[in-house]
């Protein structure tokens, strides 16, 4: 576990901290973490309530690339009538604070 801001991260990849900057170690060698967990955090807009926030490398290809993956909820109903949880998944570069993905329920679009 890594606490930076108030965001606290958890990862089981190789990390160093090293004058103020998180690199991770990858097969070919080590990359610069270049976005917070705070900063990527923000750009999860849908999750209302995170649950967890976590630092791997994801491969693409012949590299690899850092990438948080924030789970959380959102509190909505559906319809206007029925209240419900959305459980959502966010997954955020860590190069350039990118949004690669959000996962949500498959009925999320008939919640507000």
């Known amino acids: 576990m890594i ?10 990849e190789n990390l160093t901290i090293r004058d103020s900057k998180i690199y991770i170690e990858t097969p070919f060698g ?17 999750i209302t309530q995170v649950v967890s926030v976590e ?8 590299t690899t690339k850092p990438v948080y993956t924030i789970k959380g909820t959102k509190k909505a109903n559906i319809l206007f009538i029925i209240p419900v949880t959305l459980d959502i998944t966010t997954k955020v570069n860590g190069d350039n604070g990118s949004v690669m993905s959000v996962d949500k329920p498959w009925w999320s679009f008939l919640a507000w």
């Open 3 to 12: 606490t930076a801001g108030n965001v606290q991260i958890s990862t089981t």
């Open 30 to 46: 080590r990359n610069q973490v270049t976005v917070l967990p705070d900063s990527a955090v923000a750009k999860a807009t849908e």
């Open 55 to 62: 630092l791997r490398n994801e491969f693409t290809g012949e």
